[in-house]
């Protein structure tokens, strides 16, 4: 995906500035309230994907939209939009934020729940992870309703099911698979 790498290739850029600067936590911090808004606001997506909405205007929605975020981040939206390249801005956003977990030495876990994560269940979550990694991880929630129950967790290349469907589909597999016929 080309737009997948050259987001790689603007995060690594904007991580060594604000490492540079040493500002990496709030850059982070502003990618992570970028990511968030621009994902939660179908209105701003299009607005921000349109052709016919000039890129100063753009730029100044930005800087008004986000006026808290620290200048390296705000030169990353003038850099984007001289680069016509404004569409990839969420992607650089999420590439930051993973580059700045991995270079802080933080773990994501993917959860996937058929329904969201409540406070105790995520504390769980958190423990289960402990106790398969040794560390703690920053959990990412993934709500599908098909898994019916339990969860799916994911760290790294470690992957645990404890979903009903799973369980389901294992009993289903030994029934299948058993050939005892009982004598009456």
Request: aromatic share 4%; no cysteine; net charge positive.
């Amino acid at each position: 995906m080309q737009g997948s790498r050259a987001a790689a290739r603007y995060a690594k850029a904007l991580l060594s500035l604000a490492k540079d600067k040493n500002v990496t936590k709030e850059v982070n911090e502003d990618m992570s309230l970028i990511s968030n808004t621009i994902k939660d606001s179908g209105d701003l997506q299009a607005f921000l994907k349109s052709p016919v909405v000039k890129n100063t205007m753009k730029k100044n929605a930005l800087l008004e939209i986000f006026r808290s975020v620290n200048g390296v981040t705000s030169g990353l939206f003038a850099i984007l939009i001289e680069n016509n390249r404004l569409d990839i801005l969420p992607l650089v956003a999420k590439e930051y934020n993973r580059l700045f977990d991995e270079m802080n030495g933080v773990q994501v876990a993917k959860v996937t729940t058929a329904i969201p994560l409540t406070p105790a269940l995520e504390a769980k979550i958190q423990q289960k992870v402990k106790e398969l990694t040794g560390h703690e991880a920053k959990i990412e929630n993934i709500i599908d309703e098909s898994i019916i129950g339990g969860f799916i967790l994911r760290v790294g290349d470690i992957q645990y099911n404890g979903s009903v469907s799973a369980q389901l589909t294992n009993l289903k597999r030994e029934l299948q698979n058993n050939t005892y016929v009982a004598k009456i």
